[in-house]
C-alpha cells in the first residue's frame, strides 16, 4: 500500500506497500481512505483476476506457447502479491499498527520485492522470445523447447529472489509512538545514508533501466525488421505483450523516478529534494502496488472478442491465439527458405543444361529436362528434411 506522511509519525517508504499507522481517532484521514480504496480495488479485481487466468492456463488451454507459460508466471507472482493486501488493509483500517509481528513485516515486503525483480524479467524473456522469432526463426524453432524454458523461468525466479535479499534487512518494526503500545513496520537503513542510496540504485538500476532497455533494444530491432519485410502483421501475441510492457512502465516509473530524485537529493545533500521525494513517495509507491492487479483487465480487453463463442473459456482462445501465431511465423519462414532454395536449384539447372553437350535432339532434350526436373524435387524434399 502507500505511505502516508504525518507530522507526528515516521515517514515511510520503500517498493512495497507501507503505511503509517494514522493518530487514534474514530475517523481516518483522507491519505488513509484513499490507500484502503487502492487495496480494496486492487484486491478485489486482482486476486480474482490472476487466479482465473492460472486456471485458464492450467485447465483450459491445450497447446501452451512460450508466451502463454510466461503469462501463467506472471500471475503467480501478481496473486503471491495481492494476498498480503488483507494485512495491509488491517494495518490501515484497524487503527492498532502493526499487529503481525518482525517477520510478516520483513516477509511480505521481500515478496513484494520479489515480485517487482520477477515481473520484469519474464517480460524480458517475452521480448526476447519475439525478437528471436522474427530476426533468427530457426535458431528460435531450436531453442524454443519446453526443457530449455522452464530451466530459464526457474533461473529468473532464482535471481528475483537473490536480487530482494536486501529488503528485509531495510524494514524493521518500531514502537510508533513513545509510551503508546502501537508498532509501524518502516524502512530501516542504520541511519546510513550509503545504505539507503544503495537500496534505491539497485531497484532502479536492476529494476528498471537494464531490463527496459534491453526491452526497447527487442522491440526496435523487431518493428524494423517487420518494416523490411512483406510480413508486417502484429498479431495478438504481440498486441498483448506491448499492452503488459506498457502497464508495467507506466505503474513503476513514477517510483523509480523518485528513486534517482532521493538519491540526487542525498548525493547533493539538498533538503528540498528529499522533501519532494518523501513527499511523493506514498503516492507513487500505492500506484506501482497496482500493477498487480491491471494485468489480467488487459487480458478480458485483449480477448473481449471471444467471450461471445467461448465463455469462460475466452482467455484460454486468446493464449492459443499466440501459439496459432507462432506457428504460422514458422511456417511462413519455412515457406520462405523453400521458394529461395527452389530458385537456385533451378538457376543451377539452367546454368548446367547451358554446359551439357547432351541436348543435341529435341526428344533427347526433353528427357534431360525430365530428369533434371527429378533432381530438383529431390533437392527441395533434401532442403525441407
Known sequence: MATFNSTET???SGTPPSVV???????????????????????????PGNLFVVWSVLCRVRVRSVTCLLILN?????????????LF????????????????????????????????????????????????????????TKRRLLSVMLGIWVMAFL??????????????????????????HWKSSAHEIFQYLCETL??????????????????????????????????????????????????????????IGMMQDSPSLLEVAKAARPNVTAFA????????VLYVFTGSSHIR??????????????NSESVSSRTRSSRGSNAESSVFTKLSVKLSRKGDGRAETPAGEEETTADMHNRDEMKTLTTLH
Not at 484521514?29 to 486482482?46: D, E, K, N, P, R
Not at 534487512?169 to 530501516?188: D, H, K, N
Not at 502496488?289 to 489480467?296: D, E, G, I
Not at 484460454?316 to 491465439?321: I, N, V
Open 10 to 12: 515516521p515517514v515511510v
Open 21 to 47: 499507522v494514522p493518530a487514534s481517532s474514530s475517523t481516518l484521514t483522507v491519505s488513509h481512505q484513499i490507500g484502503i480504496a487502492i487495496l480494496v480495488i486492487a484486491f478485489v479485481f486482482g486476486f
Open 74 to 86: 506472471l500471475a503467480v507472482a501478481d496473486a503471491l502479491v495481492l494476498l498480503s493486501a488483507p
Open 89 to 144: 488493509l488491517r494495518y490501515l483500517a484497524g487503527n492498532r499498527g502493526w499487529e503481525f509481528g518482525g517477520t510478516v513485516c520483513k516477509t511480505i515486503h521481500y515478496l513484494c520485492c520479489v515480485n517487482m525483480y520477477a515481473s520484469i524479467y519474464l517480460i524480458c524473456l517475452m521480448s526476447m522470445d519475439r525478437w528471436l522469432a522474427v530476426t533468427k526463426p530457426f535458431l528460435s524453432q531450436r531453442l524454443r
Open 163 to 188: 536480487m530482494a535479499l536486501p529488503m528485509p534487512f531495510y524494514r524493521t518494526v518500531q514502537q510508533y509512538r513513545a509510551g503508546l503500545p502501537i508498532y509501524v513496520c518502516i524502512p530501516y
Open 206 to 263: 536492476l529494476g528498471f533501466l537494464l531490463p527496459f532497455s534491453f526491452i526497447l533494444f527487442c522491440y526496435i530491432s523487431v518493428i524494423c525488421r517487420l518494416r523490411s519485410t512483406m510480413f508486417q502483421r502484429k498479431g495478438r501475441g504481440n498486441f498483448l505483450i506491448l499492452l503488459i510492457i506498457a502497464a508495467f512502465t507506466v505503474f513503476w516509473l513514477p517510483y523509480h523516478l523518485i528513486n534517482i530524485l532521493q538519491v
Open 289 to 296: 502496488f497496482m500493477s498487480s492487479s491491471v494485468n489480467p
Open 309 to 322: 463463442q467461448a465463455g469462460l473459456g475466452f482467455m484460454a482462445k486468446l493464449f492459443e491465439g499466440t
